[in-house]
């Protein structure tokens, strides 16, 4: 039996010679120079060195960069239009048409008449008894009230004021023919027949005057007088606002006046005022009231004197002159006004630093 040495000897020697033989075809493979493909050459046209060299605009130097500050725009010639352009026509415009507002419809005047009056200067004690015409029904009312749609606003000594559910103020009268004087009186806007002006003087005639002003209370809200006050001391009597129309203008005041003399007295205190009314409530035919007023920081003196307007048979200078400079003075030829009324004609006068129609007219 052989020995297996002999089979591992043979194998080794098989192995070697194929790793020879593998030696020695991969050395020449490796020192073999593959074979370079041929290069191909592209002929290129040599171009001339003068058409390579591009001009630069140099405009943009001066255009947008303007280095040197030396640009100026060329001007371009504008070619003259031979015909214009048609000019569209306007809108056609449209009138606005003003919305209507609703109709004012007045209600049917209250079945209410007038069957007793206590009239007071504090309104919280005057009371009206009212008469329903239609129910024969007596109710007694004071200021705030209501009586069928209607609330009471004012009570005076002759009529009643009252306003209805859709702000319809009404005047219910106590006479009818005081309805009539009133409604004479507000269409009457002329003072002609109770001042005329000749300049700086003014002709006042007391009896017009008195029918159509009722008492000094009234006067004194168609003026809206106030008391006027200057560092904290009285100064004088100041006309408010009033309409056109107003007897103030007549009488030659504007709104800003501050009548500072009357007689040559200044009315600061009531005292004072209710001695100067006293004063021409007693004056006749022919006094001159002298009154001084501050307009502007300016003195302006308007003299008035009592005339007989309606009476052209007399004439200013037949007239006896009583020239009124100071209430010492000045005579009183009249009887003094009633205790009642006079005591009105105070409470009016206290009531010159803010509304003045509380008293009774």
């Not at 020995?3 to 490796?30: D, E, Q």
């Not at 069957?115 to 009206?128: C, F, L, P, Y």
């Not at 709104?255 to 006749?284: H, Q, W, Y």
Request: glycine fraction near 4%; charged fraction near 20%.
């Amino acid at each position: 039996m052989r020995s297996p040495l002999w089979i591992v000897t043979s194998i080794l020697g098989a192995i070697l010679m194929a790793l020879v033989i593998f030696m020695v075809v991969s050395m020449r493979t490796l020192f073999v120079r593959p074979k370079t493909a041929p290069i191909k050459v592209r002929a290129v046209a040599v171009a001339d060195k003068k058409e390579e060299a591009i001009p630069q605009n140099l405009n943009l130097i001066y255009e947008e960069h303007d280095l040197f500050g030396t640009y100026r725009e060329a001007i371009t010639p504008v070619t003259p239009v031979d015909t214009l352009p048609t000019i569209p026509m306007p809108p056609i415009t449209i009138p606005v048409q003003p919305s209507k507002g609703p109709s004012i419809q007045f209600l049917p005047p209250l079945p209410l008449k007038i069957t007793g009056i206590i009239a007071s200067n504090n309104e919280a004690k005057s009371q009206v008894s009212l008469l329903n015409t239609s129910s024969l029904k007596t109710e007694s009312l004071r200021i705030g009230d209501k009586i069928l749609d209607a609330y009471i606003l004012r009570i005076f000594p002759r009529k009643v004021i009252v306003i209805r559910s859709n702000g319809q103020q009404e005047t219910i009268y106590m006479y009818p023919e005081e309805a009539k004087i009133d409604t004479t009186r507000m269409q009457d806007t002329s003072w002609i027949d109770v001042v005329q002006r000749q300049g700086e003087l003014f002709l006042v005639n007391p009896i017009a005057f008195g029918s159509r002003v009722h008492s000094l209370a009234e006067f004194i809200e168609m003026l809206d007088l106030t008391t006027a006050s200057k560092h904290g001391e009285p100064l004088g009597i100041r006309v408010g606002k009033m309409a056109q129309t107003s007897l103030g203008y007549a009488l030659g005041f504007i709104p800003g006046d501050i009548i500072v003399k009357i007689f040559d007295e200044a009315p600061t205190s009531t005292k004072t005022r209710m001695n100067i009314f006293n004063v021409i409530a007693s004056l006749d035919l022919g006094a001159k009231i002298p009154v001084e007023i501050i307009r502007n920081n300016r003195t302006v003196v308007h003299t008035y004197t009592l005339f007989n307007l309606a009476d052209p048979s007399v004439t200013l200078e037949e007239l006896p002159s009583t020239p009124a400079t100071s209430i010492t003075r000045t005579t009183t030829k009249r009887t003094a006004p009633p205790i009642d009324r006079r005591k009105n004609e105070l409470d009016a006068m206290r009531m010159f630093g803010g509304r003045p129609d509380k008293g009774i007219l």
